[in-house]
T-cell receptor, first 112, second 114 residues
Framework: QKEVEQDPGPLSVPEGAIVSLNCTYSNSAFQYFMWYRQYSRKGPELLMYTYSSGNKEDGRFTAQVDKSSKYISLFIRDSQPSDSATYLCAMSLGGSNYKLTFGKGTLLTVNP | EAQVTQNPRYLITVTGKKLTVTCSQNMNHEYMSWYRQDPGLGLRQIYYSMNVEVTDKGDVPEGYKVSRKEKRNFPLILESPSPNQTSLYFC?????????????FGAGSRLTVL
């Protein structure tokens, strides 16, 4: 079983739709959970991060972590064409362990 | 502007011809890392450096070398490139966000080895 699993998509939605992106993981020691967004021909950029379980909201974006199920989600409300990108989940143990383990990414297209 | 700068952005080379991809950050970060990104495989760590003169292998170090003589620079060296090293390479440095290991990435270097 891979350490982090992410559906690669592609996912195509109409403008204004609610988008749900998900990752599962196998290492219960992960403490920090991040979502990166990567536009075509660009480097990944941090969208949101959360510590342990719970929800975090930032504008149209909500990140959820369920450590009991080893499952994390990113919700995008009122999706816009500018949200079209690849979304990568990433996780780390925290503390002095700086390594990030990434999912393979989900390609999202929001159609006007 | 705080950033990670990689050069070259695009490179086509031939098997066996040594090359270096440079990486520089202006944020005074101690931790830096190199990743490669391949379709279907995602981002995989090649090497990382906790500080000057401290480097260590990541998940896919074979065929690569790194050095960290200055805090701001972390070059990736391919001594004898092979076609399986054709990939998109990213350099990143770490900023501490309340304990989270958040990476700032460069724009990427697309390497083709013929």
């Amino acid at each position: 079983q891979k350490e982090v699993e992410q559906d690669p998509g592609p996912l195509s939605v109409p403008e204004g739709a609610i988008v749900s992106l998900n990752c599962t993981y196998s290492n219960s020691a992960f403490q920090y959970f991040m979502w990166y967004r990567q536009y075509s021909r660009k480097g990944p950029e941090l969208l949101m991060y959360t510590y342990s379980s719970g929800n975090k909201e930032d504008g149209r974006f909500t990140a959820q972590v369920d450590k009991s199920s080893k499952y994390i989600s990113l919700f995008i409300r009122d999706s816009q064409p500018s949200d079209s990108a690849t979304y990568l989940c990433a996780m780390s143990l925290g503390g002095s362990n700086y390594k990030l383990t990434f999912g393979k990414g989900t390609l999202l297209t929001v159609n006007p | 502007e705080a950033q990670v700068t990689q050069n070259p952005r695009y490179l086509i080379t031939v098997t066996g011809k040594k090359l270096t991809v440079t990486c520089s950050q202006n944020m005074n970060h101690e931790y830096m890392s190199w990743y490669r990104q391949d379709p279907g495989l995602g981002l995989r760590q090649i090497y990382y450096s906790m500080n000057v003169e401290v480097t260590d292998k990541g998940d896919v170090p074979e065929g690569y070398k790194v050095s960290r003589k200055e805090k701001r620079n972390f070059p990736l060296i391919l001594e004898s490139p092979s076609p399986n090293q054709t990939s998109l390479y990213f350099c990143a440095s770490r900023r501490d966000r309340a304990g989270a290991n958040v990476l700032t990435f460069g724009a990427g270097s697309r390497l083709t080895v013929l």
